[in-house]
């Protein structure tokens, strides 16, 4: 079997990019095709991978401000050549699902989520914007949703990374698709003793994960809070935190894992595609508190491994602390519950559901 992993971009490590790697390491004369490939910026393992980046690569600032290229991207992915291949995997967030395959090749994409910005965040995300850029991505935008509807179509089978996803998916591409969780290295952390008496949040400092929504309520609550990351927002975070917030900017895996061993509960206040770090806390056996929307449904039980808040406000927040501080926690259970994420169970599910659809795939076929 010939197999091709087409990804939107290689230019940082996130999880995404874990999925290409698992893929990867399931199918490892696979090459990968990408927009843009920032080598430098990518685990050692990904020099070792055979990578194939599109025209974009040569663009100018091209690995830093990929994302001002997304006009040219659909174009990007049309232009692989992917003739030959017997299945094509595509990793998406974005435009890879947008490639072009043959009717002997089976596409198989694993939605993290449908374009975001193009869909059900694309007010959020212009309002930020001056008027006249507004109309221009206005009419920009449009173009963009009719090619990303019409690429849905050119997908044989989709997976999605959530129920969440799932759900937009039907909605936005009127397709059904197959849930299985993304990884999380749950061997990678272990319950550890009691809880500090410190709450923490790990997350990029950006608008839509809303940590400064933690930190107002915390600075009015007056518990001790650390903040583990670096962002855009991070100066609009710092101005409203009081004196028992602590921002700790980017730190190493080892100190947030020992952080989060330590936590009295993680804070979780945006609204995620399925969100790694929550399930990453439990499996440290500690509980969590979330917004109760989007992916955290799906990865937090509800008073069993955390609590939830309802709205995106300082108040909810804060209703939602006082109701934890009542409550207790079982550690081993919270961390059984994380267990059910682990990477080992993500490559079975995927491994056995792609090998039934490559099956059917060639079963139908007309034979001479």
Request: proline share 5%; aromatic share 12%.
């Amino acid at each position: 079997m010939k197999v091709a992993i087409v990804h939107d971009w290689l230019t940082i490590y996130g999880g995404s990019e874990a999925i290409v790697r698992i893929l990867h390491g399931m199918f490892p004369q696979a090459p990968i095709y990408t927009s843009v490939y920032d080598r430098d910026n990518m685990p050692d393992d990904f020099k070792e991978m055979d990578i194939r980046p599109s025209f974009l690569q040569k663009m100018p600032l091209a690995k830093k401000k990929y994302t001002t290229y997304l006009p040219l991207m659909p174009r990007a992915f049309e232009q692989f050549d992917l003739t030959g291949y017997d299945l094509v995997i595509s990793s998406n967030t974005c435009c890879s699902k947008g490639v072009i395959t043959g009717p002997d090749t089976l596409h198989i994409c694993y939605c993290n989520t449908p374009m975001r910005y193009g869909w059900e965040f694309y007010h959020e995300y212009v309002d930020q914007k001056s008027a006249p850029a507004r109309f221009v991505i206005a009419g920009m935008m449009k173009k963009i949703r009719m090619w990303d509807r019409l690429s849905a179509d050119r997908v044989d089978v989709f997976i999605a990374n959530s129920g969440n996803v799932a759900r937009r998916i039907r909605k936005h591409y009127r397709r059904d698709a197959r849930v299985i969780y993304p990884p999380v290295r749950t061997q990678r952390f272990q319950a550890a003793g009691e809880a500090g008496d410190y709450y923490l949040a790990v997350s990029r400092l950006v608008p839509y994960k809303r940590i400064d929504l933690v930190a107002e309520a915390f600075t009015e609550l007056g518990l001790p809070l650390k903040i583990v990351g670096a962002g855009s927002e991070y100066e609009k975070i710092k101005a409203v935190s009081g004196s028992n917030v602590e921002l700790l900017g980017r730190l190493g895996d080892e100190e947030v894992i020992r952080l989060m061993q330590g936590c009295r509960a993680f804070l979780f206040p945006g609204e995620e595609d399925f969100g790694i770090t929550p399930v990453e806390a439990q499996a440290c056996g500690r509980p969590v508190i979330a917004y109760g929307k989007g992916g955290a449904l799906e990865t937090v039980k509800k008073n069993v491994t955390g609590v939830f808040f309802p709205e995106q406000t300082k108040a909810s927040v804060i209703q939602a602390v006082k109701e934890f501080e009542t409550m207790t926690f079982d550690s081993q259970v919270i961390r059984a519950h994380a267990e059910t994420f682990s990477e080992e169970r993500f490559i079975k599910e995927l491994r056995d559901f792609i090998m039934e659809q490559y099956e059917k795939f060639e079963s139908e076929k007309i034979r001479p």
